[in-house]
């Protein structure tokens, strides 16, 4: 089997063709892009206590998108915003599409409320620019 893939013990290494610079860095910053048909969702929101180490922390808690997901959640009845950074999986209670931090909450101001209508936008991540490379002289 090493044999087929190139690792035979008499074999030096595995050729792989080369690829300049500048697409490789592109193809690594786009495999790194979430990807996602609908960004964005309406449904019910719910809170969780935080842990005492991270109460300022602006964070939630998603059942599909990529850790480290920036989204802006709108609460639907009364306008109040809030960015939050994707961290965590949940929620998993039928109806409900996020899990805000504590902090997140208070700022949407339904920590009395507990639960409560909202739209989640995913905020597109942005690509650097890539300078093309020189040939070397």
């Known amino acids: 089997m090493r044999r087929r893939i190139g ?3 008499g074999k030096k290494k595995l050729l792989l063709p080369r690829v300049p610079l500048s697409v490789s860095v592109a193809l690594v910053m786009l495999a790194a892009i979430p990807v996602r048909a609908n960004q964005n ?3 019910l929101a719910s809170f969780y206590s ?4 991270k109460s300022e922390m602006l964070s939630a ?7 480290g997901t920036m989204v802006s959640v709108v609460r639907v009845d009364t306008g109040a915003h809030v960015v939050v ?3 965590d999986r949940g929620p998993f209670i039928r ?3 996020i899990d805000l931090s504590c902090s997140a909450a ?4 339904m920590v009395d409320v507990g639960v409560a209508p909202v739209t989640v936008q995913v905020i597109p991540a942005p690509v650097p620019a890539i300078r093309k490379s020189r040939p070397p002289q």
């Open 95 to 97: 109806g409900r599409i």
């Open 85 to 87: 950074r994707i961290n």
């Open 41 to 43: 969702d309406t449904g």
């Open 61 to 67: 808690a998603h059942r599909s998108l990529a850790f």
């Open 106 to 109: 208070e700022q949407l101001g």
């Open 7 to 9: 690792f035979a013990p």
């Open 50 to 53: 935080d842990v005492p180490d």
